[in-house]
């Protein structure tokens, strides 16, 4: 009994996060902290429409779990907080949560990081909404 009791402990402890909510299960390098900006967007009756350097279209994602996005044109600034996490076996698929503040409902898509490049996938959901979205790492 003792054995299973220790076993626990040690088990619960081992599964806590240091860094708290918004933590990264990805590898450092590739990490979803920092500025990005929007390069691709991919579905919808569009197709594929892609987006200069320069665009003012960004995303950016603190380490402490929370994340702005700004478009260029508006001056609307959406805020809120994330957490990536790893979805399990067989496919291990990064999930990535974003609740945006005064929102009720989370959001919830596969993310990917891959040579300074952030792939945000959504489940198409309808007509003209894209289901890919890429930005590219600003420095």
Request: proline fraction near 6%; include cysteine; charge should be positive.
């Amino acid at each position: 009994m003792r054995t299973w009791l220790a076993f626990l402990i040690l088990l619960a402890a081992c599964n806590k996060s240091a860094n708290g909510p918004g933590s990264i299960i990805l590898p450092k390098n590739n990490s979803i902290v920092g500025t990005w900006e929007l390069a691709q967007e991919v579905g919808g009756f569009v197709g594929i429409l892609n987006y200069p350097a320069g665009n003012g279209t960004t995303i950016e994602f603190t380490s402490a779990g929370s994340f702005k996005q700004a478009s260029v044109g508006s001056s609307t600034v959406l805020t809120g907080s994330y957490q990536v996490t790893i979805l399990g076996s067989p496919n291990k698929k990064n999930l990535l949560v974003r609740k945006y503040d005064g929102s009720p409902d989370p959001i919830q898509d596969s993310v990917s990081v891959s040579n300074n490049q952030l792939s945000i996938s959504t489940p198409p959901a309808c007509c003209d909404i894209p289901y890919l979205t890429v930005y590219r790492r600003k420095f």
